[in-house]
């Protein structure tokens, strides 16, 4: 079954320092994609970075960057230089190809960002 | 760019009415999602439409509907509320495609929070 997991309900971090915020999935399909998301109280949710499940590299966006371990089924979510903005739920998601289209979403981690 | 709009912010009603959410996609997108963002549940994949065609439809429901107009604008009806339908609806749109590549990200709305007393 298509899954993923966030272990961290609550993450911390000094503003100016780097975190990050794990990510576990389970699939069988060989093509997949994964996404993060920000939520701030308002509700909205950000993009913020994709890796393909083809992609050598792992991806990078500004001060988020995707650390990409396909054997180990993760994709952690770096947030470099945390500033007081970055405070929100993050929410990692999986999408399979085949036309599902459906983001499968873990259950978020808080993280709160400390002057 | 415009991103993606839904209205109304706020939506109370009580058990048994019926609820209209609205979502107006990012120009160029043909795809509008809905989600349901319930305390405790999480979010949960509720429909996907493509060129006014349901194509994928997640655990709910009948009485959760939807449509999509001509130009891509959306509706999700959810008929005879239950008090447990209070959550933050989501819409979220992208570009047609099945490939699952980053020219399909979804890229949501503010949501509707629907109160049902």
């Known amino acids: 079954a298509q899954k993923i997991t966030q272990t961290q309900p609550g993450m911390f971090v000094q503003e100016k320092e780097a975190v990050t915020l794990d990510c576990t999935y389970d699939?069988?399909?060989?093509?997949?994609?994964l996404f993060w998301y920000k939520q701030p109280s308002s509700g909205e949710m950000i993009f913020l970075i994709y890796?393909?499940?083809?992609?050598?590299q792992n991806a990078t966006e500004g001060r988020y960057s995707l650390n990409f371990q396909k054997a180990r089924k993760s994709a952690n979510l770096v947030i470099s230089a945390s500033q007081l903005g970055d405070s929100a739920m993050y929410f990692c998601?999986?999408?399979?190809?085949?036309?599902?289209?459906?983001?499968?979403f873990g259950a978020g981690t808080r993280l709160a960002v400390h002057p | 760019e415009a991103g993606v709009t839904q209205s109304p912010t706020h939506l109370i009603k009580t058990r048994g009415q019926q609820a209209t959410l609205r979502c107006s996609p990012i120009?160029?997108?043909?795809?509008v999602y809905w989600y349901q963002q319930a305390l405790g549940l999480g979010l949960q994949f509720l429909l996907w439409?493509?060129?006014?065609?349901?194509?994928n439809r997640g655990n709910f429901p009948p009485r959760f509907s939807g449509r999509q107009f001509p130009n891509y604008s959306s509706e999700l009806n959810v008929n005879a509320l239950e008090l447990e339908d209070s959550a933050l609806y989501l819409c979220?749109?992208?570009?047609?495609?099945?490939?699952?590549?980053?020219?399909?990200?979804?890229?949501f709305g503010p949501g509707t929070r629907l109160l049902v007393l």
């Open positions: 998601a999986m999408r399979l190809s085949g036309g599902y289209n459906k983001l499968i």
């Open positions: 120009s160029g997108h043909t795809s």
């Open positions: 439409y493509d060129e006014g065609e349901e194509r």
């Open positions: 890796q393909g499940s083809y992609d050598q």
């Open positions: 979220a749109s992208s570009r047609p495609g099945t490939s699952g590549g980053i020219q399909e990200t979804q890229y």
């Open positions: 699939t069988s399909d060989p093509s997949y994609g």
